[in-house]
């Protein structure tokens, strides 16, 4: 599932379906095999044609053990992922979640209901998204996704707003804001537990009337676009906490859509780590056989918890890594980048921020020197967060 770049979706058309087969095990031996490589050499044609020539048509048994061994060989290839009427190139799955996600998003898309989409770090919200955007109303209009964590806090107003010239010091012309210029199409705004109180408000009046101030205007602009919202963090939890709006939250949760975690979706791991392995191997110009034994132990033993972003990452590394067409577990590299699953959700960060001092923040910022976003992951906590410690002491990076 991209941007997952993280890999950003070619296209959004819709979702793809596979069945959810068992891949081929190929053992160590039969790999070594000098006859095995020979034969994969060949290509399917060619192939096809020894096979044919080495039957005897008048020989039945040994063409009903041909036959069977293609059935058997058939039905347990990993093949790609089959594309059908209503496919995503990347939003690959056949577990019971995810065709409940698919059958969701075909539901959300014949509405112009605020979407909320939820679920952990790299599950494919954005996708999600723009499959959403796809099926509505709104489809033939631009898709305009923001990161609400990205946007300093001094340019969020002018970021999404926009604003007039002169409204102030550096406004030599008139910029539209990003929601204007999501008219007639989709507003996706990720991480939108990130985003400040203050403009929580402005979102909140936005979602009501459907109208917009430009920093600086004198005027409303009336904007006409759906608007789709994503976080992996708990907003009740937020809105709890004071670090959300209440009126807003209740305001998005009209629809909402939970990704499950790539831990949760079964025989999905392997469908979608053969997907991006012919992918990536395309990519670089390889030729990639598959996965060895001890490589499809590795995968389907490691818990994911970057979800399908990490697993990209794990076989895009993987294909440069691989001295031969076949993956090994030393490839994927999953026990030297292990890391331990970090505490999520706006209680586990409001329970961090509690624990950081002033002395604390500015040791960060120094070791940091001064760059927000390496402070902010120092100390595992949002660069929104190191924004309002900032604030709250009266620190300058």
């Known amino acids: 599932m991209p941007d997952l770049q993280d890999v950003e979706p070619q296209s959004a058309a819709d979702e793809a379906r596979v069945d959810a087969v068992p891949p081929i095990v190929v053992s160590a031996k039969q790999q070594g095999?000098?006859?095995?490589?020979?034969?994969?050499?060949?290509?399917?044609?060619?192939?096809?044609?020894?096979?044919?020539?080495?039957?005897?048509?008048r020989d039945a048994e040994t063409r009903r053990l041909i036959e069977e061994a293609c059935t058997k060989v058939s039905g347990s290839a990993p093949t790609a992922p089959a594309t059908v009427e209503?496919?995503?190139?990347?939003?690959?799955?056949?577990?019971?979640?995810?065709?409940?996600?698919?059958?969701?998003?075909?539901?959300?898309?014949?509405?112009?209901?605020?979407?909320?989409?939820?679920?952990?770090?790299?599950?494919?919200?954005?996708l999600a998204a723009r499959a959403v955007h796809e099926r509505s109303a709104y489809a033939k209009g631009p898709f305009v996704a923001i990161n609400c964590a990205a946007l300093p806090p001094t340019l969020i107003a002018a970021e999404l707003f926009g604003y007039e010239k002169g409204a102030f010091t550096g406004a030599t012309q008139r910029r539209i804001g990003r929601l204007e210029s999501a008219n007639g199409g989709t507003i996706f705004l990720d991480e939108i537990g990130d985003l400040p109180l203050e403009q929580q408000a402005h979102l909140l009046r936005f979602l009501q009337e459907r109208t917009i101030d430009r920093v600086g205007g004198t005027r409303?602009?009336?904007?006409?676009?759906?608007?789709?919202?994503?976080?992996?963090?708990?907003?009740?939890?937020?809105?709890?906490?004071?670090?959300?709006?209440?009126?807003?939250?209740?305001?998005?949760?009209?629809?909402?859509?939970?990704?499950?975690?790539?831990?949760?979706?079964?025989?999905?791991?392997?469908?979608?780590?053969?997907?991006?392995?012919?992918?990536?191997?395309?990519?670089?110009?390889?030729?990639?056989?598959?996965?060895?034994?001890?490589?499809?132990?590795?995968?389907?033993?490691?818990?994911?918890?970057g979800n399908v972003r990490e697993l990209i990452g794990c076989i895009r590394r993987a294909v440069v890594m691989a001295e031969n067409s076949w993956i090994t577990a030393h490839d994927l590299g999953l026990d030297e980048n292990a890391c331990p699953r970090m505490s999520g959700g706006i209680a586990g960060e409001t329970a961090r921020r509690g624990s950081i001092d002033e002395a604390a923040l500015r040791e960060a910022l120094h070791r940091a020197s001064g760059n927000v976003t390496n402070a902010a992951r120092a100390l595992d906590v949002s660069r929104m967060t190191i924004y309002r410690l900032m604030r709250r002491y009266g620190v300058d990076s």
């Not at 095999?33 to 020539?53: C, F, H, K, W």
């Not at 963090?233 to 009126?247: N, T, W």
């Not at 909402?256 to 469908?271: F, K, N, Q």
């Open 220 to 305: 409303p602009i009336t904007i006409e676009a759906r608007v789709v919202v994503a976080t992996n963090v708990d907003l009740r939890r937020g809105v709890v906490a004071k670090l959300f709006r209440e009126d807003l939250f209740y305001r998005l949760n009209v629809l909402t859509l939970h990704l499950p975690a790539l831990r949760e979706r079964g025989h999905d791991i392997e469908l979608l780590a053969t997907f991006f392995l012919r992918k990536f191997a395309e990519e670089q110009g390889r030729v990639a056989a598959g996965f060895t034994e001890d490589a499809w132990q590795k995968i389907r033993g490691h818990d994911w918890p």
């Open 86 to 126: 209503d496919a995503e190139p990347y939003m690959v799955g056949a577990s019971p979640a995810m065709h409940r996600v698919f059958a969701t998003i075909r539901k959300f898309g014949a509405t112009n209901a605020p979407l909320l989409i939820t679920g952990e770090s790299g599950t494919g919200k954005e």
């Open 33 to 57: 095999s000098g006859l095995y490589e020979r034969l994969r050499a060949l290509g399917t044609d060619r192939l096809a044609a020894l096979v044919l020539a080495l039957a005897d048509p």
